[in-house]
């Protein structure tokens, strides 16, 4: 990835810094009202909110993570709150993504609100998919920049706003979730991509649904579609495939530096929970060693999807594709989803009525999400009562 792309975010950053003003993540160990700094140096600790002294009890150790781990972060990750295990987890985030850096949120909504407000700047374009997440579309709205919403997946709309705006703009962003959670879709990434080249614009992929499900590797769907070299910055969540809480962006170092000083939803918020960042470790060390999950998981989604495709035929969207565990089934009006979501709640499943304005209106769905836990018998019991 050009490094020169990002230039500008050094600039700031080189402001920042000449007013003594640059803010870096410290990894610290807490042991009660003490941390334990890097070098080994012990400080009594007065910056943390733990007022009642909870965050500092200890709650848990496992083998793999030798340090005794706190119930909360006590501070924001900028006052005191960022541990070594926050520190572990960035690097295991930023090599499963190939990535220079990582950094925790302490949710996918701050993640995702956050990054696009802040580095969408006033001067700028933003290009939002008509079907993103809520949290893109807050940081596009809490943004400074333009915004425009081209009609879902629709590539051709979105180079035609291109062609007629981007020139008026200093930078352009073209933001989309990687997998559409309501409708198990996925964005044309490689389409986005060289779109992104031709118009110099910048593509931010919203990877929440895919990582740990889609890719060889398990890191998402600009792996799965080949373009994990070409998409810059990408945010995932912790509390999906991976298992946990929190939420987390990857880049090159300059962009997780600028967020680090700039943005507002990481600086103002208390870190996630040492217990949280713990299990987050697991989830990718998992997903790492465990691929076997993803395999299976793919089989299940894929076992249910032709099976109610067969006894279903167009309530399932042509765009839901093999692999993604999502998989909705549109049944329009608003009483009939909660009417066969209480029938199969009878029969021994839990499977969510989804109505707007979640969805647009006319589009109720029953939302099947498939977990790599769920048995073959189970799948097809799910399909025979819903049919």
């Known amino acids: 990835m050009n490094a020169d792309r990002f230039a500008f975010l050094a600039e700031k950053l080189n402001a920042i810094r000449e007013a003594d003003s640059l803010r870096v993540l410290m990894p610290r160990i807490h042991d009660g009202t003490t941390i334990i700094e890097s070098d080994g140096t012990r400080l009594i600790n007065f910056g943390s909110n733990d007022y009642l002294g909870l965050a500092a009890q200890r709650f848990v150790s496992t083998p793999n993570i030798p340090l005794l781990t706190t119930n909360g972060a006590g501070a924001s990750a900028l006052v005191s709150g960022f541990t070594t295990l926050h520190d572990q987890l960035c690097q295991q985030l930023a090599d499963l ?19 696009v407000a802040t580095l969408a700047e006033d001067g700028d374009l933003l290009l939002s998919d008509q079907l993103n997440h809520a949290s893109l579309i807050d940081g596009c709205r809490l943004s400074r920049a333009t915004r425009f919403v081209y009609p879902h997946i629709d590539v051709d709309s979105l180079q035609r706003l291109l062609e007629q705006q981007r020139h008026r703009f200093v930078r352009a962003w073209i933001v989309t979730d990687g ?13 986005l991509c060289d779109l992104a080249e031709r118009f110099d614009a910048h593509v931010l992929v919203d990877e929440a649904h895919a990582t740990g499900v889609l890719g060889a590797d398990g890191s998402g769907s600009c792996e799965e579609f080949g373009v994990k070299k070409r998409v810059a910055i990408r945010i995932g969540t912790l509390s999906k495939a991976i298992g946990s809480h929190g939420g987390f962006v990857v880049g090159p170092q300059v962009v997780i530096d600028y967020l680090v000083n ?10 996630g929970s040492p217990l949280t960042i713990a299990a987050a ?32 035929a167009g309530k399932i969207p042509t765009t839901s594709i093999s692999g993604v565990p999502i998989i909705p089934i549109i049944l329009g009006e608003n009483q009939r989803v909660l009417q066969v979501s209480a029938s199969l709640r009878e029969a021994g499943f839990f499977v969510p009525a989804i109505r707007p304005p979640t969805v647009a209106s006319g589009t109720a769905r029953l939302r099947v999400c498939i977990s790599a836990t769920h048995r073959e018998e189970e799948i097809d019991r799910l399909v025979a009562a819903i049919s």
């Open 262 to 271: 700039r943005c507002r939803s990481l600086i103002f918020s208390t870190a």
């Open 97 to 115: 993504e190939q990535t220079e850096a990582a950094v925790v949120f302490p949710s996918g909504y701050a993640a995702c609100s956050g990054v």
């Open 179 to 191: 997998v559409f959670g309501m409708d198990g879709d996925v964005a044309p990434l490689e389409a």
């Open 281 to 312: 470790i697991r989830g990718v060390e998992s997903i790492r060693s465990e691929p076997e999950r993803r395999i299976r998981l793919r089989a299940l989604a894929e076992r249910f999807r032709e099976q109610v495709s067969r006894n279903l």
